[in-house]
């Protein structure tokens, strides 16, 4: 290294500094996540399918949820925690992972800069916007996010100890063990154990490079990954005839159809739904243009855009938010490329394959999502650190004194950006009032999920035996304590579908009854929209006189009502 940065304030006073803020982060997180679970996918997924587990005693195929055929390392985790009555330790659960993340950045930048690097990177990881999100919630993305970034600096570290077998096999393991908590893991697979062998082959003389030898590297490496991934394929392959359902299930198509036949048709419609627009399933430039009406130089910008233009909750701009300055600072290390030595070089260059690749795979693979392309992240914070110090060191010792604090300056407005995100949860999730006792549970869920205190009600005085079919629910199981099947609008077994194909409103009630359904849950607002675009003016007579002869109105609260089947 050609420098050594040197602050104007003492290296005590420094480090506790650094250590300050990271405290602040951490209890600003904790206290974030210490209310209860209201996100989409904790509700319909992450806390849903285990406490489905949990009723029906043990781990079982549920063919109506989709969600339930994907890998669950982290989700039987948070099994334990609802076991015992708990829904919010399950966001501490997933936060450690995003914790244990921030502390692999610390000790790879501690051992190659120094500890201060190392709580700088630690702090930028933990601060990005879409990490500080994702830590207050009950998902699984920073257990993927762990073990993948586990599995590449095993990678680098199996690199450095001339190749040590244990260390092939921990990448291996850890590499398995992503996959095993959210099938974007796969995507660390295919990448990682292409770069095995390239690995091998970039790091030794060129004398004594062997193709067989590489190769077997990269076999070691995929036998530790699918022995450690292995019970979730041997599960699903058990259940549907494919190991990696609902993915490339056409492959596997006539073993698999039956997985999905027999439920209400919920899975299907769920795969389906982004595959209305022609051409959207092969070509994403073109679903964007005809859902947002995007440009040629919009679209042609789209990977940029991932880290300037994201906002949470909306599909359009990829439902999370990074920050701008992960564009320039990773590549820095490459501007510098004397800075460092041949070591270190390799391995900046193997972090930012790793980085370009998952997030062109993921990119070119998935919906367009910020936490889809995640795992990216630890890389670009550990490439980022080290292009501070380049370009700080650099400028200071070069005698640009103005450019020097610039670049600092710099350097505190990527901080700022991300403090400023956490800052605004504070006003968007409300933690202190739950904390503090002055707003209870229910009070606090219901403002957020409106449909709650109708699920209160029914839970507490509807029958145990009761079979609801919730009608634009989005899925949301989790607070259901009786069995509920949600409408997919489309499907056979849609109260849509029965209003247009029954010959009378009994027609539709005896479709009802053939399901065991005994209550109808519906969302009003957009049930009224849907049925008016759906259904014709004899239709809508007929679903009228449906409600009116067939059901009574049990209950309603803040635009949802609940029905009884006569």
């Not at 993340?101 to 990005?128: E, N, P, Q």
């Not at 707003?439 to 009600?457: C, D, G, K, N």
């Not at 069995?483 to 849509?496: E, W």
Request: aromatic share 14%; proline share 5%.
């Amino acid at each position: 290294m050609f420098f050594k940065l040197k602050e104007k304030l003492p290296p005590s006073l420094g480090l506790i500094l650094f250590l300050c803020c990271l405290g602040v982060l951490i209890v600003s997180l904790a206290l974030l996540a210490g209310v209860p679970p209201v996100d989409r996918d904790a509700l319909t997924h992450h806390l849903y399918v285990p406490k489905l587990y949990l009723a029906l005693g043990g781990i079982v195929e549920i063919p109506s949820i989709p969600f339930s055929y994907f890998p669950m390392n982290l989700d039987l985790l948070y099994m334990i925690s609802l076991f015992f009555g708990n829904d919010i330790v399950p966001k501490y659960i997933h936060f450690s992972f995003g914790l244990a993340t921030a502390f692999l950045v610390y000790v790879h930048l501690a051992k190659r800069i120094d500890i201060k690097a190392g709580i700088l990177g630690a702090l930028l990881f933990l601060s990005i916007p879409v990490i500080a999100k994702l830590s207050i919630t009950v998902y699984v993305d920073l257990g993927l996010i762990f073990f993948s970034t586990a599995s590449l600096l095993a990678l680098l570290h199996w690199m450095r100890t001339d190749f040590a077998l244990r260390y092939l096999l921990v990448a291996g393991a850890c590499c398995g063990l992503a996959a095993g908590c959210k099938y974007n893991g796969l995507i660390t697979i295919f990448v990682l154990s292409g770069l095995v062998p390239i690995i091998y082959q970039r790091s030794v003389p060129a004398h004594k490079r062997s193709a067989p030898k590489a190769l077997a590297w990269a076999l070691f490496f995929v036998v530790a990954t699918l022995l450690t991934f292995s019970p979730w394929f041997i599960r699903n392959i058990t259940w549907t005839g494919n190991p990696i359902y609902p993915l490339y299930n056409s492959l596997f198509q006539e073993k698999s159809l039956g997985a999905v036949e027999h439920s209400i048709g919920e899975g299907k419609s769920t795969i389906q739904q982004e595959k209305k627009i022609p051409g959207a399933k092969s070509n994403i430039f073109l679903l964007r243009k005809q859902l947002y009406g995007e440009d040629f130089i919009q679209i042609l910008l789209l990977p940029i855009r991932y880290f300037y233009e994201g906002r949470d909750n909306d599909p359009r701009y990829f439902d999370g938010k990074l920050n701008p300055f992960l564009l320039i600072f990773p590549l820095l290390p490459f501007l510098f490329r004397n800075g460092y030595g041949q070591v270190r070089r390799r391995e900046n260059y193997i972090l930012l394959a790793f980085a370009l690749l998952f997030f062109l795979f993921s990119f070119f693979s998935e919906t367009q999502r910020v936490r889809y392309v995640s795992p990216i992240l630890p890389a670009l914070v550990i490439l980022s650190i080290q292009g501070f110090y380049l370009i700080l060191g650099y400028l200071k010792t070069s005698g640009l004194r103005v450019l020097h604090y610039g670049a600092m300056g710099l350097v505190v407005t990527m901080y700022l950006y991300n403090f400023q995100y956490v800052g605004s949860l504070f006003a968007e999730v409300q933690p202190l009032g739950y904390l503090s006792g002055k707003v209870t549970r229910e009070q606090y869920i219901s403002a957020r999920r409106p449909e709650y205190p109708l699920v209160r009600y029914l839970n507490d005085h509807v029958e145990e035996d009761a079979v609801v079919q919730a009608v634009f629910l989005g899925k949301r199981g989790y607070y259901f304590d009786r069995k509920v099947r949600f409408d997919t609008l489309s499907g056979a077994d849609s109260i849509t579908t029965m209003a247009r194909t029954s010959y009378d409103a009994k027609g539709i009630a005896q479709g009802l009854r053939k399901n065991k359904v005994t209550h109808l849950f519906i969302r009003y607002d957009m049930f009224d929209q849907w049925i008016k675009v759906r259904l014709s003016p004899d239709e809508l007579a007929r679903l009228e006189t449906f409600f009116h002869n067939y059901t009574t109105l049990v209950s309603e609260r803040n635009n949802h009502g609940l029905f009884r089947l006569l």
